[in-house]
Structures are given as structure tokens and as C-alpha cells.
């Protein structure tokens, strides 16, 4: 209230009611002397208007409160500013990013940085069928493998799925293509956000201690790995 804090950072769902509670931030947000004092919004990872806050044809949106990131446009007023970053977004996530948070072409700056790094190389590998053939995603793992296999023989990565229960079935078929002594590790594994904070740190530990290839539902900073892959049938650019 007193312009102290030059920053906040924070969650969308800050911003809401939590679990039927209203956050101490979201009372603020509706105190005019806090609000006058706002004077930019950044959304990082804005995509996530699209990935997480709309809904898809079997589930639910999995944190709608990136959906309504736009009535805190209309709440706040034309005198903030509000800017929004990304390094996913296609031509069609970039329109409904814009228009979710009411940001007009005639008073928007877009710019767009190359992600060519000299560290990084690009392909595509183009889907058979749909998103339900697994073997879409089979080439991650190696045709051949040593008489006696270890994890580091399994290249460490992650793969993006809009999609928790095929997350864990892509999983389940990917260990059942390793050799025997290496599938009851069961080294690749799922996460998602529905799951509790515990078993999300153990298996980023796990992680970083061997190979393990992610099969995740949600983006997540982890590093290092070998391979990212996006596995959707949406345009990539």
C-alpha cells in the first residue's frame, strides 16, 4: 500500500481465489490505493494462455486462472502496461495471447528474437497418424544397446505432452521398449502439475543423477539434457 516493493512477483492464481480462499494479494488487487500504484504487468511464459488456460477436448484448462489474465487488464485500466514473453509461440498462440489480454495490433510491439543457439540443433520428424500412435516418439530410444546396458546408455531428455493421462501411457510404452535389466528401473517417468511437490523434487533428483528421460505435461527448468522434444501436431515455429 505505501510503494514500498518496486516488484512483485507472483502466480496467476495469486491473483484469484485459491481453494474458496481469497490470497492477500487478490484482497490488494481490489484496493484502488494498491492498484494506482501499478504501473506495468509482465506475463512470462504467456503460452500458457492457450496450453493451460483453456480447455481441450477431454480435460479441463489445468490452471484457468491463465485464461483470465485478461480481466486483470480490464481491471487495472489503459494506463498499465503489460508486456508478454515466450519462447513458444506460433502464429496462432500469438493471436489469442493478444486478444485474451486485450493488447491491439495498432499500439503492440512484437518482437522476435532468433533461438538459434551454436550449441543447438533443430528437426522434425513428421507425426504418423495422430497423437495416439506412440510409436511417434519411439526413435528416443536406442535400436541397439550394449550386452550390458546401463542408464547413460539412454539419452537424457524431455518430451512436452498437452496431455496427462497419454503422458503416462507414452511412459509405460517407451520402458517396455528397453532392454529387460534396464525396464524394471522404469527410468522414463511422467509428471504433471496434479502431482504432489514431494515426488516432483525427488524425481528432479533423480534426474540429475542419471540418465532419465521426463515425460512431462507441464514445462519445467531442468537442466542439462540432450533432447526436447514437443510432441503435438499444432504449427511450431
Known sequence: RMGTIKHIVTSPEQLTVVRGVVTRLGRLM???????????????????????????????????????LGDLRV????????????????????????????????????????????????????????????ANVRFVIPTTFPPSPTLQDIPKGIIFIEHKVRSAQIAEYLNAALPATLRRLEPIQHLHSSMSKDYV???????????????????????PYRLLIAHRTREIS
Open 201 to 223: 523434487s525427488r524425481r528432479f533428483a533423480k534426474f540429475a543423477d542419471q540418465a532419465l528421460l521426463f515425460i512431462s505435461f507441464d514445462d519445467h527448468d531442468i537442466e
Open 75 to 134: 481491471h487495472l485500466g489503459r494506463g498499465v502496461n503489460i508486456t508478454a514473453f515466450s519462447a513458444t509461440m506460433p502464429t496462432d498462440v500469438v493471436q489469442l495471447v493478444m486478444s485474451s489480454l486485450r493488447m491491439k495490433e495498432s499500439n503492440t510491439d512484437i518482437i522476435r528474437l532468433s533461438s538459434n543457439r551454436s550449441n543447438l540443433m533443430y528437426g522434425v520428424v513428421k507425426m504418423i497418424g495422430s497423437e495416439k500412435n506412440f
Open 30 to 68: 481490489h484496493e484502488r490505493t494498491f492498484t494506482d500504484r501499478i504501473k506495468r504487468v509482465n506475463v512470462d511464459e504467456c503460452h500458457f494462455i492457450k496450453t493451460a488456460g483453456e480447455a481441450s477436448t477431454s480435460e479441463p484448462p489445468f490452471r484457468p486462472a491463465y485464461g483470465k
